[in-house]
T-cell receptor, first 113, second 114 residues
Framework: NAGVTQTPKFRILKIGQSMTLQCTQDMNHNYMYWYRQDPGMGLKLIYYSVGAGITDKGEVPNGYNVSRSTTEDFPLRLELAAPSQTSVYFC????????????FGPGTRLLVL | QKEVEQDPGPLSVPEGAIVSLNCTYSNSAFQYFMWYRQYSRKGPELLMYTYSSGNKEDGRFTAQVDKSSKYISLFIRDSQPSDSATYLCAMSAYSGAGSYQLTFGKGTKLSVIP
């Protein structure tokens, strides 16, 4: 049981490039989330999904897109990378509708230059 | 006023000390209260969870919630160097879209000195 896995661990992008951050969970959780964490700013919700085929915006969705074709996978897409997207990105999942227990992946560090 | 306020520290204590970490909040709709621990360059991990006012104890950790004052605390007894991490408080309320969304504090960085 690997929990929540994320790839890559670290990536450097040039301004305007695109990339997809991968997230997979093997706990059969319906709920999945993407957060970004900036130094001293806490975790901000980007997008979330309540099940396959259903996604919705969080607090800071601009510049990102998501899809949820399976229960296990929840990729995050950056279309035109900007320096403001330099951050650490965490994927999380939860089982109960209460969402009180979210399991986090190890994170992806992204640097946009 | 931000929904969740948490002193970022840093907080440095000697080994064996009692640590008190706190958060205040303004949204009365918050129903669940959590503490996450995050080691450097790792993802947050759930440490404590509660949904009612009062105390909840788990080993050296005690979570305290006071809904009337909109104040939550995490106490760590007999602190160890391995407790050195950033502690994030988090609270959730029903989002109305079939999901509960977490609102995190900014985190308090704790160092326990041997």
């Amino acid at each position: 049981n690997a929990g929540v896995t994320q790839t890559p661990k670290f990536r450097i992008l040039k301004i305007g490039q695109s990339m997809t951050l991968q997230c997979t969970q093997d706990m059969n959780h319906n709920y999945m989330y993407w957060y970004r964490q900036d130094p001293g700013m806490g975790l901000k919700l980007i997008y979330y999904s309540v099940g396959a085929g259903i996604t919705d915006k969080g607090e800071v969705p601009n510049g990102y897109n998501v899809s949820r074709s399976t229960t296990e996978d929840f990729p995050l897409r950056l279309e035109l990378a900007a320096p403001s997207q330099t951050s650490v990105y965490f994927c999380a999942s939860s089982y109960r509708e209460g969402g009180e227990t979210q399991y986090f992946g190890p994170g992806t560090r992204l640097l946009v230059l | 006023q931000k929904e969740v306020e948490q002193d970022p520290g840093p907080l440095s204590v000697p080994e064996g000390a009692i640590v008190s970490l706190n958060c205040t909040y303004s949204n009365s709709a918050f129903q669940y209260f959590m503490w996450y621990r995050q080691y450097s360059r790792k993802g947050p991990e759930l440490l404590m969870y509660t949904y009612s006012s009062g105390n909840k104890e788990d080993g050296r950790f005690t979570a305290q919630v006071d809904k009337s004052s909109k104040y939550i605390s995490l106490f760590i007894r007999d602190s160890q160097p391995s407790d050195s991490a950033t502690y994030l408080c988090a609270m959730s309320a029903y989002s109305g879209a079939g999901s509960y969304q977490l609102t995190f504090g900014k985190g308090t960085k704790l160092s326990v000195i041997p």
